[in-house]
């Protein structure tokens, strides 16, 4: 009962904003939410969502933005630099409501350009309603592609999600949720999704999905993402001066992120002050079990090629 509350008041401000949006000539498009509960929870399961996901053409990002200021939104996060916020989506918070998660793209994980995609992606939306208001949702095979794209390991909501997409759609929609892929360049995400769980394994197997996946990718979709992935980013950056600098970065972090990540950070400069010195003590302790997982990462990227459909998870 109150998964539903709460699911009523996430698409009754899904439904506010998407009609300021349309308003202004911003066309939004609603990802996850009540796309998902109707489509796989049709069955009386329940499945909780707590904030908003909007894609938006990538050349209206700015003017999304002005909207959500106008209904009282805040940038989260707005003074961060790159690499200490999701590359596909910022997030707009309003005191009393759900969070609003602005996209440009669907994930990180497709390798199209994110105007690529928009032009992809919208030309497949269908019509909704959603808090009583007319809306877009994805159409199938993007529907099924986000699933995949979504999946992360050790996070039992996307797999569950992933297993009933899995368990409900025939091999024709998953074969034109891989044709979509291939057309974002994001098959080697897809397969990496897919092989998660062992029935999207045996799937991955007969559609003949490339098996191939990058340190990255194998990381973006397991349990550890966050701490593993600052060890990638070091070892790929070029010269001992960018390596030093993100590592000084992931110690040193910008004061948005602080306030983010440490809550007490929020309220006063002496807050700051100790999530500065929280984060000190926090990176080196976590840093073993990051470099593991990142280690981990370059193992299962080595042998994907020899172990077709073995699933990928991580703990």
């Known amino acids: 009962m109150l998964a539903t509350v709460k699911g009523l008041m996430v698409d009754q401000a899904a439904a506010q904003v998407i009609d300021a949006f349309r308003t202004h000539g911003v066309r939004a498009i609603l990802l996850k939410g009540a796309s998902f509960a109707r489509w796989l929870y049709d069955d009386g399961g329940s499945r909780s969502y707590v904030d908003v996901d909007l894609l938006v053409a ?31 989506a910022t997030t707009w918070d309003r005191p009393g409501s759900p969070a609003i998660d602005l ?23 269908a019509p909704a309603l959603v808090g009583g208001s007319p809306a877009e949702v994805l159409a199938p095979a993007a529907l099924a592609l986000h699933v995949v794209l979504h999946a992360e390991a050790g996070r039992q909501k996307t797999l569950d999600d992933l297993a009933r997409a899995l368990s409900r759609l025939e091999i024709a929609e998953w074969r034109a949720a891989m044709e979509l892929a291939e057309l974002l360049d994001g098959l080697p995400a897809f397969g990496v999704g897919l092989r998660l769980v062992p029935e999207g394994a045996a799937l991955a197997d007969e559609l003949d ?36 600098s993100l590592v000084g970065r992931e110690l040193v972090p910008t004061p948005s992120f602080v306030r983010l990540w440490f809550p007490p950070a929020r309220g ?24 593991r997982s990142w280690y981990r990462a370059r193992q299962i990227a080595a042998v994907t090629k020899d172990r077709p459909g073995s699933p990928l998870g991580q703990g």
């Open 268 to 291: 006063s400069q002496l807050g700051l002050v100790a999530g500065y010195l929280y984060r000190l003590m926090w990176v080196p302790w976590h840093a073993p079990r990051g470099l």
């Open 103 to 125: 996209h440009h793209t669907l994930t990180g994980r497709l390798g199209a350009p994110p105007e690529r995609c928009w032009e992809v992606i919208s030309s497949l939306a």
């Open 209 to 244: 999905v490339p098996t191939e996946a990058s340190v990255e990718l194998v990381i973006q979709a397991s349990s550890t993402l966050k701490l593993a992935l600052p060890f990638d980013r070091v070892a790929r950056a070029r010269g001992l001066r960018a390596k030093a």
């Open 58 to 88: 990538p050349g209206q990002v700015a003017l999304a933005g002005e909207v959500l200021a106008d209904l009282g939104y805040v940038l989260r996060c707005a003074g961060a630099v790159a690499g200490e916020q999701a590359d596909h």
